[in-house]
């Protein structure tokens, strides 16, 4: 199954920064979501963005998605303390099975 | 959403028994669910898929004799890890809901054999 790859692997920014990881992927797809998975948990879906979209917004999140590069971006904006978590895209190849191949993740760590 | 529960949370095993992971879907009608694995610092691999009523799917690689799958009613898919080895130890993920839109996660549960 596709691995998107996610840059940067680990990300440390200070309370009220804002953070930015991307996610490439190797094929079509029908949609990407981003999840957010705190330490030794499940997996919080926060956004899906379709293919036939370009950007999607929710609260303080800002996903975008370029097919023709094959890479999507998630935008936290003024983050917090309760942001500090591992962060994974996962793309939705084959229509229909709603099979998820994940990306390797981000880890984000947010410093009061 | 929907809801997704785990059973046990965690649960540490000697090598060579077995081991029975529940997943519940608490208020939806979950016909499909997934169970996927995580090692430390990585991240999740699709095991295989859980059909109620039917035969489970397994990704290339997952070895059905090893991992059962028992998906028996819409609010249950059971993995039981056969004869566990210490290479085993993982966290277990199970997923179910609305796949049109997104999948729904259980806390998780982690194995540790010795």
């Known amino acids: 199954s596709q691995q998107g790859e996610e840059d940067p692997q680990a990300l440390s920014i200070q309370e009220g920064e804002n953070a930015t990881m991307n996610c490439s992927y190797k094929t079509s797809i029908n949609n990407l979501q981003w999840y957010r998975q705190n330490s030794g948990r499940g997996l919080v879906h926060l956004i899906l963005?379709?293919?036939?979209?370009r950007e999607k917004h929710s609260g303080r999140l800002r996903v975008t998605l370029d097919t023709s590069k094959k890479s999507s971006s998630l935008l936290i904006t003024a983050s917090r303390a309760a942001d500090t978590a591992s962060y994974f895209c996962?793309?939705?190849?084959?229509?229909?099975?709603?099979?998820?191949?994940f990306g390797a993740g981000t880890t984000v760590t947010v410093r009061a | 959403g929907a809801v997704v529960s785990q059973h046990p949370s965690w649960v540490i095993c000697k090598s060579g028994t077995s081991v029975k992971i529940e997943c519940r879907s608490l208020d939806f009608q979950a016909t499909t669910m997934f169970w996927y694995r995580q090692f430390p610092k990585q991240s999740l691999m699709l095991m295989a898929t859980?059909?109620?009523?039917?035969?489970?799917?397994?990704e290339q690689g997952v070895e059905k004799d090893k991992f059962l799958i028992n998906h028996a009613s819409l609010t249950l898919s059971t993995l039981t890890v056969t004869s566990a080895h210490p290479e085993d130890s993982s966290f277990y993920i199970c997923?179910?809901?609305?796949?049109?839109?997104?999948?729904?996660f259980g806390p998780g549960t982690r194995l540790l054999v010795l």
């Open positions: 859980s059909n109620e009523g039917s035969k489970a799917t397994y």
């Open positions: 997923s179910t809901g609305d796949f049109r839109e997104t999948q729904y």
């Open positions: 996962a793309t939705d190849a084959t229509p229909n099975d709603y099979k998820l191949s």
């Open positions: 963005i379709r293919s036939n979209e």
